[in-house]
């Protein structure tokens, strides 16, 4: 029988191999989840011995990684802001770069709660519910949180997501096309809408293009499609209240464009492009 470390330092090879940048990583990772184990186990026990049964199922989620499988399918896992999500290939994985987003949508919402405000939020296009569920974890005074999606297989994924955090009953999901399903005017809407361009494949991971949702992920040959859309819907629809904002993420290369196509629907509006914590242009601030 093999031991903690003999195993996977097996599964590394394997990953190593098959050309996986963070083989490390992904072999202890796959092995703490097998095993019902931290990390920190693996170098404080690397000789505990592991049971074939245990062995047999390690081995078999390594190949789904080899085959270049997104650890967080394989384990049905990914911590978004500290949180635990439950992802499969319906949802978008949540990446790291959003929660710069919850940040900067937190600092609204405390603002106007501590002035005394009640604010209505909005997030279009939830996939999992990573920033809405997070947001409303994060700020129990919120009495509820609109979550919408096209997708009806999504917000299956984001409910079950809400309940396993506690806020279910907090959250208001809502299937439809972008702000349509919105029953009421909002003072804060987030947008994580797909901004890839079907152009930019030749540029994805194979773990990205080959496992991921592409709904979530593409919007016609620049990536803007769905961004204009938007936009020019929550303009039309009046979705936003009186001095409501918006907060965007976006493509490394779409900040003019969005920010030139929002200053054409509100001229009085104010509107700022933060990067992300790679230097790389994520966010679309606006405040009407």
């Not at 997708?151 to 702000?179: I, K, P, T, W, Y």
Request: glycine share 6%; aromatic share 6%; charged share 25%.
């Amino acid at each position: 029988m093999s031991t903690i470390k003999e195993l996977w330092g097996r599964g590394e090879t394997v990953l190593w191999q098959a050309g996986i940048e963070n083989a490390r990583l992904d072999a202890q990772v796959l092995c703490c989840f097998v095993m019902n184990i931290e990390r920190s186990v693996l170098y404080a026990y690397p000789e505990r011995v592991v049971s074939p049964e245990q062995e047999r199922r390690y081995l078999t989620l390594i190949e789904r990684r080899r085959r270049h499988e997104p650890v967080a399918y394989i384990t049905g896992h990914k911590e978004f802001y500290g949180l635990d999500f439950c992802v499969d290939s319906r949802v978008l994985i949540p990446r790291p770069e959003t929660e710069l987003l919850v940040e900067l949508a937190l600092v609204s919402v405390n603002r106007r709660l501590n002035a005394g405000q009640m604010p209505i939020v909005a997030d279009i296009g939830t996939g999992s519910g990573a920033i809405a569920v997070t947001i409303a974890v994060a700020e129990p005074r919120l009495p509820y949180v609109y979550a919408c999606d096209i997708s009806a297989d999504a917000l299956e994924v984001a409910r079950a997501n809400a309940r396993r955090l506690h806020v279910e009953e907090r959250m208001r999901f809502l299937q439809g096309d972008l702000v349509a399903p919105l029953p009421e005017t909002v003072d804060l809407v987030l947008a994580n809408l797909p901004y890839v361009g079907s152009d930019e494949t030749t540029e994805m991971a194979e773990d990205v293009l080959a496992y991921e949702p592409h709904l979530a992920l593409f919007s016609g040959p620049c990536g803007l499609g769905l961004l204009q859309q938007f936009c020019v819907d929550v303009q039309r629809s009046g979705t936003l209240n009186v001095a409501g904002e918006m907060i965007l993420e976006i493509g490394y290369q779409q900040g003019e464009v969005v920010s030139q196509l929002i200053r054409e629907l509100w001229p009085q509006a104010s509107v700022v492009v933060r990067k992300d914590y790679a230097g790389i242009d994520r966010l679309v601030l606006v405040r009407l």
